[in-house]
């Protein structure tokens, strides 16, 4: 069975300060995608990054980074020196490569206060 | 990235009437569409797969005379919540995937939230 596991419910920083998002999945397949998808109060999906399971590269992207690490099973997710404009609900997906469906952890809802 | 717009925003109905819900690929053909539910704090639930021509898929526990799930043409599909109750005020979701191994990203639309009086 596959799963996707946002221990984190809520977090809560000042602004400039780092922030990191857990995430850690399950599968048995050999080849899947990783997704983080920003939800912000207005409610649609921000697509923020898609990682391939045999590309283990680390990524950043501005004051984004993602760390995937297969071995742990975890492709979690950094802010650095956060701002107001983070705060917002992060998903972490899971998508097999024969389906299209995606399997979403339960959130973590990010608070940045000024 | 492809852009996906979901019709209305919001709505609110009368317990017992029927609401519709579209979501539309602008700028590509889509030929697997979602459809997802969102309580309040809670993680996006899948409800069906839509395809194109052929009968959606429901997920266990998902009435599929309650949501009807409609995908007439590669860049629409509706979603008609009948009968509508208090308890089926939620936020929906649809997503498109243009298909293929290739295209691994999922678009969203902007959501439709329902509230049933």
């Known amino acids: 069975a596959q799963k996707v596991t946002q221990a984190q419910t809520e977090i809560s920083v000042v602004e400039k300060e780092d922030v990191t998002l857990d995430c850690v999945y399950e599968?048995?397949?050999?080849?899947?995608?990783l997704f983080w998808y920003k939800q912000p109060p207005s409610g649609e999906l921000v697509f923020l990054i898609r990682?391939?399971?045999?590309?283990?590269q680390n990524e950043i992207s501005g004051r984004y980074s993602w760390n995937f690490q297969k071995s742990t099973s975890s492709f979690n997710f950094t802010i650095t020196a956060s701002q107001v404009v983070d705060s917002a609900v992060y998903f972490c997906?899971?998508?097999?490569?024969?389906?299209?469906?995606?399997?979403f952890g339960t959130g973590t809802r990010l608070q940045v206060f000024p | 990235g492809a852009v996906v717009s979901q019709h209305p925003s919001w709505v609110i109905c009368k317990s017992g009437t029927s609401v519709k819900i579209e979501c539309r690929s602008l700028?590509?053909?889509?030929?697997?569409m979602f459809w997802y539910r969102q309580f309040p704090k809670q993680s996006l639930m899948l409800m069906a797969t839509?395809?194109?021509?052929?009968?959606?898929?429901?997920e266990q526990g998902v009435e599929k005379d309650k949501f009807l799930i409609n995908h007439a043409s590669l860049t629409l599909s509706t979603l008609t919540v009948t009968s509508a109750h208090p308890e089926d005020s939620s936020f929906y979701i649809c997503?498109?995937?243009?298909?293929?191994?290739?295209?691994?990203?999922?678009?969203f639309g902007q959501g439709t939230r329902l509230t049933v009086v």
């Open positions: 997503s498109a995937h243009m298909g293929g191994p290739m295209n691994t990203e999922a678009f």
């Open positions: 599968t048995r397949d050999t080849t899947y995608y």
């Open positions: 990682r391939n399971s045999f590309d283990e």
């Open positions: 997906a899971l998508r097999s490569y024969n389906t299209d469906k995606l399997i």
């Open positions: 700028d590509f053909q889509a030929t697997t």
């Open positions: 839509s395809n194109e021509g052929s009968k959606a898929t429901y």
